[in-house]
């Protein structure tokens, strides 16, 4: 048993977690989102009860009726975070304070009852304590981690639901993008946008992430490895990747990221990158940027780099853009330096091998 407020979690271990041998072939190189700890948290919400229920468990599927919410008005939200091992062998979160608070906006905009961050945070710290072995050591990997809350009434009937299930599970991972390129190719969409203003483009629902599937595959189909999309407005100003932000970097140093108008995700990364920046001297301007524009300065040669940052993809530099009217690359197409002392300053800090100045990690063990 642990106690968080009034909840303690229930704990419950693996009788068959996978034989160590395995897990740590398995951790040598881990592939994205295709293999699992062997435990999760769950955590079950009903109108007369609250919270409660909060259990460690072996990971195992759920049983849900086909009338089940979620299921058919998509009510869920997910967050997306990350372990990391340090250099003594210990393990930390990375500002998972901010992460409980994202996801308590995001279920405020789905109208959810909200987690409270508390709980949230001791849920990671739980899974993470009892999955610590699963947290990989090579060189740029870590354990990410994915709570995610789902509407469970049985009901089909348009309405927020009456019960909710959160749930935590995580998976061992290595670099976001495969392949040897060393910068991103990136389509910049006319037939789709991600979201418009009022809508969810600042909550982290998958229902975001479902209506930008399509414009995903046609990316994909014109070799680009992400969409680059623009406002639902005016189709001209840039917004951000399907599941990173992004940054621009000009040739009198400064930097440039859209600013937080309600339309794209307060991704972690961009918050950091900027307190980074600044400290270390960096003009940073959280300004909209116009596409047009950002062809003709990488063509001039005033824009010199531009990368996406995210919790899975960290900082990747983008190197070229496509698009029905655009086409261009940025300096030599593979990145730049600037990009590579914030990606190493933020990497510093998140393993554990710069001094922890801004209390961003939240040490497990
Ligand atoms: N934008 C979108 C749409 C995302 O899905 C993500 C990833 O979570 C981000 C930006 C980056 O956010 P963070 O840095 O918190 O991972």
């Given amino acids: 048993m642990n106690t968080i407020g009034k909840h303690s979690f229930q704990i419950e271990l693996s009788k068959n977690p996978v034989e160590a041998h395995l897990r740590e072939e ?4 881990p592939l994205f989102g295709r ?4 435990h999760m948290v769950t955590i079950r919400y009903s109108g007369t009860r609250g919270w409660h229920d909060a259990k460690v468990s072996p990971r195992g599927p759920f049983s849900l009726d086909p009338s089940t ?4 008005y998509a009510q869920e939200i997910f967050e997306g975070m990350k372990a990391y091992r340090l250099p003594n062998g210990g393990a930390t979160l990375f500002r998972p304070e901010a992460n409980a608070r994202r996801f308590g906006n995001s279920a405020e905009r789905l109208a959810m009852p909200p987690l409270p961050e508390a709980l949230f945070v001791e849920s990671v710290r739980q899974l993470v ?4 072995d699963w947290i990989p050591s090579t060189q740029g990997s870590a354990l990410y981690i994915r709570p995610f809350m789902i509407a469970t009434e ?7 639901s009456a019960e909710y299930l ?4 995580a998976t061992p991972v290595g670099a976001y993008f495969k392949g040897n390129a060393s910068a991103l190719t990136v389509w910049s969409s006319d037939d789709y946008t991600r979201a418009a203003p009022g809508g969810t483009g600042a909550a982290k629902c998958g229902g975001n992430y479902a209506a930008s599937l399509a414009a995903l595959a046609q990316a994909a189909r014109e070799g680009c490895d992400q969409v680059v999309f623009l406002d639902a407005a005016e189709r001209r100003w840039i917004e951000e990747l399907g599941g990173m932000n ?3 970097i000009f040739d009198d140093g400064s930097i440039q990221t859209p600013p937080l108008t309600g339309t794209i995700l307060p991704g972690i990364t961009r918050a950091s990158l900027i307190t980074l920046a600044r400290d270390i001297g960096i003009t940073v301007f959280e300004q909209p940027y116009d596409i047009d524009q950002w062809q003709a300065d990488a063509k001039s040669g005033r824009l010199v780099e531009a990368f996406a940052c995210g919790t899975a993809a960290v900082v990747t530099p983008i190197g070229t853009v496509k698009g029905r009217k655009h086409n261009f690359s940025i300096g030599n197409g593979s990145g730049g330096p600037i990009t590579e002392r914030l990606k190493t300053a933020l990497l510093n800090i998140q393993n554990g091998r ?12």
């Fill in 26 to 29: 398995l951790l040598e190189n």
């Fill in 35 to 38: 293999v699992f700890t062997d």
């Fill in 69 to 72: 919410l979620v299921l058919h």
């Fill in 129 to 132: 304590r009892v999955d610590r």
């Fill in 154 to 160: 049985a009901v089909l009937g348009m309405k927020p």
């Fill in 166 to 169: 959160y749930c935590v599970v």
């Fill in 246 to 248: 992004v940054f621009f």
């Fill in 354 to 365: 710069a001094p922890d100045h801004y209390g961003w990690l939240d040490l497990i063990f």
